[in-house]
T-cell receptor
């Protein structure tokens, strides 16, 4: 089973409107972290926002917010007031809890991504 | 230079060639990573180094050989590659992964590799 599922291969939004990019995850760990990255056509992956599984409040970073619904195992990214420069691939990723030996886990598991196009 | 840099940005090589990809981070991080990004597939973690020690080899074929001479530099040596190895190779760095701190990974711009 996929650990990170992004069901929207592509999304379109009008400039200045808000858009939600979906992400669901699968883990049996109680402690985990969720990340969103943006990848423009230039290729570089840009970190956007982080949500810890124990964080009670939804994370926000400028125009980005993460709609974290733990019971539903979803971590949707909301971009408010879309700009033309927001057009890019967006990836959801998860880092799970400590390994069986109690050591920290460094692996990020990525979804397949959503291509967002912002129309003028 | 700031952040994570990668050279070359584009590389075309034949199946019998030997080449190397270089990554350098200027962030003072302790961990470095190689990822492979193929078309229509999620990013695949290849190798992880923490404090210059390799801590992960994600079942990568031996035609890919990593090298980490210090915490700031990471290389990926390539030899006798196959056409299916054509992909974007991304390098990343982070602080070490103590606990489950939100140590995000910072990525370089990638090397677009084409194997002919």
């Amino acid at each position: 089973a996929q650990k990170i599922t992004q069901t929207q291969p592509g999304m379109f939004v009008q400039e200045k409107e808000a858009v939600t990019l979906d992400c669901t995850y699968d883990t049996s760990d109680q402690s985990y972290g969720l990340f969103w990255y943006k990848q423009p056509s230039s290729g570089e992956m840009i970190f956007l926002i982080y949500q810890g599984s124990y964080d009670e409040q939804n994370a926000t970073e400028g125009r980005y917010s993460l709609n974290f619904q733990k019971a539903r195992k979803s971590a949707n990214l909301v971009i408010s007031a879309s700009q033309l420069g927001d057009s890019a691939m967006y990836f959801c990723a998860m880092r799970e809890g400590p390994d069986v030996n109690g050591g920290s886990n460094y692996k990020l598991t990525f979804g397949k991504g959503t291509l967002l196009t912002v129309n003028p | 230079e700031t952040g994570v840099t990668q050279t070359p940005r584009h590389l075309v090589m034949g199946m019998t060639n030997k080449k190397s990809l270089k990554c350098e981070q200027h962030l003072g991080h302790n961990a470095m990573y190689w990822y492979k990004q193929s078309a229509k597939k999620p990013l695949e973690l290849m190798f992880v180094y923490n404090f210059k020690e390799q801590t992960e080899n994600n079942s990568v074929p031996s035609r890919f050989s990593p090298e980490c001479p210090n915490s700031s530099h990471l290389f990926l040596h390539l030899h006798t590659l196959q056409p299916e190895d054509s992909a974007l190779y991304l390098c990343a760095s982070s602080q070490d992964w103590v606990g489950l701190a939100s140590y995000e990974q910072y990525f370089g711009p990638g090397t677009r590799l084409t194997v002919t």
